[in-house]
């Protein structure tokens, strides 16, 4: 039930671009996208709701297929600060609660060098 | 706001030994969560919270219990303490509408932990 991200690394150029692919088996309400640098907690990026809507963050977009069950991240004119690993993380099953549990994905280490 | 803060940052237990670790959250929000994460691994749920009183497993919770006894407080317990739990901890928090989905979720700075 863990999304699978691709790839599962890639090194870039600075100014170069990037996509990262995420992509669950089950139907899914939302993704979110997030961000750890290396012995730090994970940091929000965006949230992509039902209906494919694209958002945009700078230079970092993401967009949203819910029929596919896939989302993607969009790096344009990578920096040197994007580097990090990238996480997807997914509407999880409905619990007694509701829907309220994210399933990450296996993550995608981002380097960019100089 | 302090956000979410963590207590301790760091800790080595002995195998058997028992600790918890402290989550507190200053935003008002009703979520609460924790998970592990095993290096160069994603992040796995262990448990987590609705708002006070209301608690709920999540993908891994075996070894470990929680309680939610106010709004801002979610500590977590590990009992008998395993080398398999060996791990960095984050606890998290978001709120939540009811209206459906996860809202964004904001992170601790975590609790890095090793049992030998």
């Known amino acids: 039930q863990q999304p699978v991200q691709s790839p599962q690394a890639v090194i870039l150029r600075e100014g170069e671009d990037a996509v990262i692919n995420c992509s669950s088996s089950k139907a899914l309400y939302s993704v979110h996208w997030y961000r750890q640098k290396h012995g730090e907690a994970p940091v929000f990026l965006m949230i992509l709701l039902k209906g494919g809507e694209q958002k945009g963050h700078d230079k970092i977009s993401a967009s949203f297929n819910e029929k596919k069950q896939q989302s993607s991240l969009y790096l344009t004119a990578s920096q040197l600060s994007y580097s990090g690993t990238y996480f997807c993380?997914?509407?999880?099953?409905?619990?007694?609660?509701?829907?309220?549990?994210?399933?990450f994905g296996t993550g995608t280490r981002l380097t960019i060098i100089p | 706001n302090a956000g979410v803060t963590q207590t301790p940052k760091f800790r080595i237990l002995k195998i058997g030994q028992s600790m918890t670790l402290q989550c507190t959250q200053d935003m008002n929000h009703n979520y609460m969560y924790w998970y592990r994460q095993d290096p160069g691994m994603g992040l796995k749920l262990i448990y987590y919270?609705?708002?006070?009183?209301?608690?709920d497993k999540g993908e891994v919770p075996n070894g470990y219990n929680v309680s939610r006894s106010t709004t801002e407080d979610f500590p977590l317990r590990l009992e008998l303490a395993a080398p398999s739990q060996t791990s960095v901890y984050f606890c998290?928090?978001?709120?939540?509408?009811?209206?459906?989905?996860?809202?964004?979720?904001?992170f601790g700075p975590g609790t890095r932990l090793t049992v030998l």
């Open positions: 919270s609705v708002g006070a009183g209301i608690t």
């Open positions: 993380g997914t509407d999880g099953p409905i619990s007694n609660f509701g829907n309220e549990k994210l399933t």
């Open positions: 998290a928090s978001s709120y939540e509408d009811g209206a459906g989905g996860t809202d964004t979720q904001y």
